[in-house]
C-alpha cells in the first residue's frame, strides 16, 4: 500500500526567503505524486501534480517540485516566500490512474515571518 | 459558480443525534469522495462513488452511510453521533476514477459533536 511521509510537522521562514518542504512516498509501481495547499478555515487546492516526463514540475504561486525516483522524494520548493504563503501543506500520492484513491501526508505547516 | 460545493459550512450537534452533510458538484465528474479530516490535520479516505456506485469503502463505521443520488451529489448521513466524529469532512470530485488530473475539493464542513 502507499504512503506518504512528510518529515517536517512545522517550518518557519522569513519573508523573501527560499523554502524547501519535504516529501517520501512508498508505492511500487510509478507514482502520481501531488503537492495540495489549505488555507486557513478553506479546502485544499491543487498546486502541481507528476505523472511522467519531466521530473521538475512547475505549479501555481511560483512553486514547483522534483521528482527523484532513487530517493523517493517529491520535494516542494519556492524561491522567495511572501507572506500569503503561510498555510498547511500536503503531499499526496496516488494508485492506479492517480484518481482512485489518494493517500496524503500529515501536512506541514508553515509560518512566514514578515 | 463554486465547483464543490458542500453545505452546512458547519454542523454543531449532540451525541447521539442523526445528521447529514450534502455535496454537490457542477464539473461534470463522474467520481465523488468523502475525506475526514481529524484534529491533527490528516486527511483519509472514507468513500468513494463512481457515477452512483460505491468503489471505496475504507473501513468507515457503518454509522456513516454515504449515498449518490446522481453522479452530481453525493450524501453523507451520520447515525448515532460520537464525540470522535468531530472532524472536517471534505467532499472532493474527478473526472473518473483512473483520470490522472487530481481531485477538485470542497470547502470542507467543521461537524463538532458535543
Known amino acids: 500500500a502507499q504512503s506518504v511521509t512528510q518529515p517536517d510537522i512545522h517550518i518557519t521562514v522569513s519573508e523573501g526567503a527560499s523554502l524547501e518542504l519535504r516529501c517520501n512516498y512508498s508505492?511500487?509501481?510509478?507514482?502520481?505524486l501531488f503537492w495540495y495547499v489549505q488555507s486557513p478555515g478553506q479546502g485544499l487546492q491543487l498546486l502541481l501534480k507528476y505523472f511522467s516526463g519531466d521530473t521538475l514540475v512547475q505549479g501555481i504561486k511560483g512553486f514547483e517540485a522534483e521528482f527523484k525516483r532513487s530517493q523517493s522524494s517529491f520535494n516542494l520548493r519556492k524561491p522567495s516566500v511572501h507572506w500569503s504563503d503561510a498555510a498547511e501543506y500536503f503531499c499526496?500520492?496516488?494508485?492506479?490512474?492517480?484518481?482512485?484513491?489518494?493517500?496524503f501526508g500529515k501536512g506541514t505547516k508553515l509560518t512566514v515571518n514578515p | 459558480d463554486t465547483a464543490v460545493s458542500q453545505t452546512p459550512k458547519y454542523l454543531v450537534t449532540q451525541m447521539g443525534n442523526d445528521k447529514s452533510i450534502k455535496c454537490e458538484q457542477n464539473l461534470g465528474h463522474d467520481t465523488m469522495y468523502w475525506y475526514k479530516q481529524d484534529s491533527k490535520k490528516f486527511l483519509k479516505i472514507m468513500f468513494s462513488y463512481n457515477n452512483k456506485e460505491l468503489i471505496i469503502n475504507e473501513t468507515v463505521p457503518n454509522r456513516f452511510s454515504p449515498k449518490s443520488p446522481d453522479k452530481a451529489h453525493l450524501n453523507l448521513h451520520i447515525n448515532s453521533l460520537e464525540l470522535g466524529d468531530s472532524a472536517v469532512y471534505f467532499c472532493?470530485?474527478?473526472?473518473?476514477?483512473?483520470?490522472?488530473?487530481?481531485?477538485?475539493f470542497g470547502s470542507g464542513t467543521r461537524l463538532t459533536v458535543v
Open positions: 508505492y511500487g509501481a510509478t507514482p502520481y
Open positions: 472532493a470530485s474527478a473526472i473518473s476514477p483512473t483520470e490522472s488530473y487530481g481531485y477538485t
Open positions: 499526496a500520492v496516488g494508485a492506479g490512474g492517480g484518481s482512485e484513491k489518494l493517500v
